[in-house]
């Protein structure tokens, strides 16, 4: 049973620059949430998709966008990059309990670590 | 805005030495999450509270969630090396599911 995938793990771009990240759920989850953890912070919440929606987003400007797709993989994208979006991405799954409120754990992925030069 | 808590941010310990983090809301939380990241790696989690006075158990960490559900603890009983890390208390509000973290606290184990 594989858990939360990330990828790619590792990325450098310059200030500018448009990125995409991707995720895959772990199995028999079907919402990603995504979350920037910038070095020595707590991770805070980007948005969440659920049924290949956006459902919730957190303090983030419209530079930051998403997508699911109907296997529940999910990608983030950043446009216009600026130093201040280095930072650990995380993606993270769950499964949505029945009538779709509330959900269970979050399992997290290892991350995507981007560097804006 | 909603923020979440977490003291200290850094805590040094003699291996075998107790550890404790707390965790506190501005705003009642519908359950509160605990995670452990160790040094490059990605948040794991540990344990969810639910319940109002909730406690649970696992070996020697001890987590607590306050009567009005705001704040929480994680206690670990005589420390080890392997408990090296930065430990987050994550809070949910209502349904909406997403986490709110708190800003971690780190831990290093002398030993």
């Known amino acids: 049973d594989a858990g939360v995938t990330q990828s790619p793990t590792h990325l450098i771009k310059t200030r500018g620059q448009q990125v995409t990240l991707r995720c895959s759920p772990k199995?028999?989850?079907?919402?990603v949430s995504w979350y920037q953890q910038a070095l020595g912070q707590g991770p805070q919440f980007i948005f969440q998709?659920?049924?290949?929606?956006?459902?919730q987003r957190g303090n983030f400007p419209d530079r930051f966008s998403g997508h699911q797709f109907p296997n529940y993989s999910s990608e983030l994208n950043v446009n216009a990059l600026l130093l201040g979006d280095s930072a650990l991405y995380l993606c993270?799954?769950?499964?949505?309990?029945?009538?779709?409120?509330?959900?269970?754990?979050?399992?997290f992925g290892p991350g995507t670590r981007l560097l804006v030069l | 805005g909603q923020q979440v808590m977490q003291i200290p941010q850094y805590q040094h310990v003699q291996e075998g030495e107790d550890f404790t983090t707390y965790c506190n809301s501005s705003?009642?939380?519908?359950?509160i999450q605990w995670y452990k990241q160790r040094p490059g790696g990605h948040p794991v989690f540990l344990i969810q509270?639910?319940?109002?006075?909730e406690v649970k158990k696992q070996k020697r960490l001890t987590f607590q969630f306050g009567e009005a559900k705001k704040n929480s603890s994680l206690h670990i009983t005589a420390t080890q090396t392997t408990d090296v890390g930065t430990y987050f208390c994550?809070?949910?509000?209502?349904?909406?599911?997403?986490?709110?973290f708190g800003k971690g606290t780190k831990l290093s184990v002398k030993p």
């Open positions: 199995s028999g989850h079907d919402t």
């Open positions: 994550a809070g949910v509000r209502g349904s909406q599911g997403n986490l709110i």
């Open positions: 509270l639910v319940k109002s006075g």
């Open positions: 998709y659920y049924e290949e929606e956006e459902r």
């Open positions: 993270a799954s769950s499964r949505k309990l029945a009538g779709g409120l509330n959900q269970e754990t979050q399992y």
């Open positions: 705003t009642t939380l519908s359950n």
